[in-house]
């Protein structure tokens, strides 16, 4: 079935010439001015594949048919390409504005003419298709996250969830202490705290689910033991990159702790400049009829990378930034900064106890 198109030109000869031109390829209908293209797109817009439209008319001119169309919804719908005399850049910018495709010079060239009308009858079905696809996904991720809320729902309701949030709580709170130990006994023996201040945190039910359904993962108390290491986390503030290693070394050290994962991202930062070393450990906590062995992620930073990530932290999650890839790079660019300055503080320390040793 041939395609229709709307020729609108209050000059006969014109409308005579685009209709021989496209008729072989599409269904042509014709107006004479703004008002009678107006009445046929009412009737009939739907299974307008294209609109030629002149500017200069009697009665209604091609900028008030634009406008209209514009506020009857038609112009994302209806590709519009116009028919020109002459080349005027404050025309062609105001048409484009207004929402136009492309425009058609005269004289009439028809390979020309069918190229353009074609191309914008392709892109517009294009655009149309993407839209629909994106319309269809966004439906598809709507349904999914209602269904995802059900079930977090129904597993928050769940006694074996909470047990197992309380369970996670006590770990936290066993690292913590196990932690608060070791500030203590460094502050009696030696005068000095390894550590500057600790934050603990349990992830967020819609964390949990969110990141299990990234994975596509099940949403089941099971499913989060056994495929997330992050659900309890700590981040410990030293004052010193080797404050980072020893601490982490006399946890690690603790017979009845196990590491089961390390990622050091200060001997290999993370592209954006990230620095922090990360520990997986596994952690016994004492419940009332057994002892249970509990994951927990420890964050360990100095002052100045903490700073840095929660300035980036809340930097990145800016919509819309302008110069992204520049601000990216100054990012990077402090985040080097901050190491050679915790370093150069390292090493006034160690000036500072020289010939001494070094508390902790």
């Known amino acids: ?12 000869l014109n409308r005579e010439l685009l209709h021989d031109v496209l008729a072989e390829e599409y269904l042509v209908d014709t107006a004479e001015d703004g008002a009678q293209a107006l009445e046929k797109l009412d009737a009939d817009a739907r299974n307008t594949a294209a609109l030629l439209l002149d500017l200069n008319m009697p009665r209604m001119d091609g900028f008030a048919v634009l406008e209209e169309m514009g506020r009857r919804g038609w112009l994302p719908k209806i590709p519009v390409l116009i028919i ?18 492309d425009f058609i010079h005269k004289p009439f060239e028809s390979s020309i003419v069918k190229n353009r009308v074609k191309n914008s009858i392709t892109l517009f079905a294009y655009k149309r298709h993407l839209e629909q696809t994106v319309e269809e996904q966004a439906e598809a991720l709507k349904k999914q996250k209602q269904i995802i809320q059900i079930q977090a729902e129904q597993l928050k309701a769940s ?29 009696q023996a030696y005068k000095r705290n390894p550590f500057e201040s600790i934050k603990s945190r349990l992830k967020s039910i819609s964390s949990i689910y969110e990141k299990l359904g990234r994975r596509g993962l099940p949403i089941t108390v099971e499913s989060i033991q056994e495929n997330l290491a992050d659900v309890a986390g700590l981040r410990v503030i030293c004052s010193f990159p080797d404050d980072i290693y020893r601490l982490a070394e006399l ?23 990230y620095r922090s070393l990360h520990l997986i450990l596994e952690v016994p906590i004492f419940l009332s009829r057994e002892k249970k062995q509990m994951k927990v992620e420890v964050q360990f930073r100095t002052i100045a990378m903490d700073f840095w990530a929660s300035l980036e932290h809340k930097l990145k999650y800016k919509r819309d930034v302008a110069h992204a890839t520049e601000i990216s790079r100054q990012l990077k660019a402090c985040a080097d900064s901050i190491e050679t300055l915790d370093y150069q503080m390292q090493q006034i320390r160690d000036q500072i106890y020289q010939n001494r040793e070094i508390p902790f």
Not at 1 to 12: F, G, Y
Not at 253 to 271: A, C, G, S, W
């Open 251 to 273: 946890i690690t050290m603790q017979d009845d702790i196990t590491l089961v994962r390390e990622k050091d991202y200060i001997k290999n930062p993370k592209p954006n400049g």
């Open 84 to 101: 020109s005399g002459e080349y005027s850049p404050d025309v062609e910018t105001r048409c484009f504005q207004l929402g136009v495709s």
């Open 1 to 12: 079935m041939l395609q229709k198109i709307l020729v609108v030109d209050d000059a006969e």
């Open 159 to 187: 006694e074996s969830f909470n047990r197992l949030m309380m369970e996670y709580e006590a770990a936290i709170m066993e690292m913590e202490t196990r932690l608060k130990v070791l500030n203590t006994e460094f502050s």
